[in-house]
């Protein structure tokens, strides 16, 4: 934080935050300067600002005779959605647990179950218990994009995994190295995963039972 917020609080506070207080690791960031200190719009977006953006592209792709999004911000906004989702700073291992877990409620809460069920139907699924990430990996299965299997959706299931073998379920395990990399890591593999997608969505199209087509078509 800056020194001008800190002056802010009571002087008590104050005095409480100082034993805290630690040497600076780096410098002030090129973005941060740009931004706060000369008043300018950032001349690259951020890693969340770039998932927001995979996101809401997912968000706005409409599949050909279906009503209905494919991702929708759980909460109604990208705001409530990625509420807790800020990037590790330390290699505190409780700041990690808490990116994966709201890095996993962004992305994977917002799959809507009910149109990707229809997709998968159209394919010939008849599994009711599948999830939002079974149905995903049965529609590019259906077609034959197993490359995608692995780059995206082996993604999005391990950190769902990761989310559900929380600490908080006796099991948590953090990743040898640097959290604070594996983290910034994580964040562009997840956006990477959900590009992928896009581009298959947006040109996905569906395989409609003779049925619907209409009598005599």
């Given at each position: 934080?800056?020194?001008?917020?800190?002056?802010?609080?009571?002087?008590?506070?104050?005095?409480?935050?100082?034993?805290?207080?630690?040497?600076?690791k780096d410098?002030?960031?090129?973005?941060?300067?740009?931004?706060?200190?000369?008043?300018?719009?950032?001349?690259?977006?951020?890693?969340?600002?770039?998932?927001?953006?995979?996101?809401?592209?997912l968000?706005?792709?409409?599949?050909?005779?279906?009503?209905?999004?494919?991702?929708?911000?759980?909460?109604?906004?990208?705001?409530?959605a990625?509420?807790?989702?800020?990037?590790?700073?330390?290699?505190?291992?409780?700041?990690?647990?808490?990116?994966?877990?709201?890095l996993?409620?962004?992305?994977?809460?917002?799959?809507?179950?009910?149109?990707?069920?229809?997709?998968a139907?159209s394919?010939?699924?008849?599994?009711?218990?599948?999830?939002?990430?079974?149905?995903?990996?049965?529609?590019?299965?259906?077609?034959?994009?197993?490359?995608?299997?692995?780059?995206?959706?082996?993604?999005?299931?391990?950190?769902?995994?990761?989310?559900?073998?929380?600490?908080?379920?006796?099991?948590?395990?953090?990743?040898?190295?640097?959290?604070?990399?594996d983290?910034?890591?994580?964040?562009?593999?997840?956006?990477?995963?959900i590009?992928?997608?896009?581009?298959?969505?947006?040109?996905?199209?569906?395989?409609?039972?003779?049925?619907?087509?209409?009598?005599?078509?």
């Amino acid at each position: 934080t800056y020194a001008i917020y800190l002056s802010r609080l009571p002087y008590a506070e104050q005095l409480h935050w100082l034993q805290y207080n630690v040497k600076p690791k780096d410098g002030v960031s090129k973005r941060a300067f740009r931004t706060d200190f000369e008043g300018n719009f950032p001349e690259s977006r951020s890693e969340l600002e770039e998932l927001k953006a995979a996101l809401l592209n997912l968000e706005s792709i409409k599949v050909s005779g279906l009503e209905g999004h494919l991702w929708a911000p759980k909460g109604g906004s990208w705001e409530n959605a990625s509420k807790g989702l800020h990037l590790v700073h330390t290699e505190n291992p409780n700041q990690w647990h808490d990116f994966v877990i709201a890095l996993a409620n962004t992305v994977n809460e917002g799959f809507q179950k009910k149109i990707l069920a229809k997709i998968a139907s159209s394919f010939g699924n008849n599994d009711n218990t599948l999830g939002s990430l079974g149905l995903i990996k049965f529609i590019l299965n259906a077609n034959d994009r197993n490359d995608l299997i692995e780059e995206a959706h082996a993604e999005l299931n391990e950190l769902q995994q990761k989310r559900s073998q929380g600490k908080a379920h006796g099991a948590w395990k953090t990743p040898n190295g640097s959290l604070i990399t594996d983290s910034k890591d994580r964040l562009t593999r997840a956006t990477k995963a959900i590009m992928k997608l896009c581009k298959f969505f947006e040109t996905l199209k569906l395989i409609l039972p003779p049925a619907s087509l209409g009598p005599g078509k």
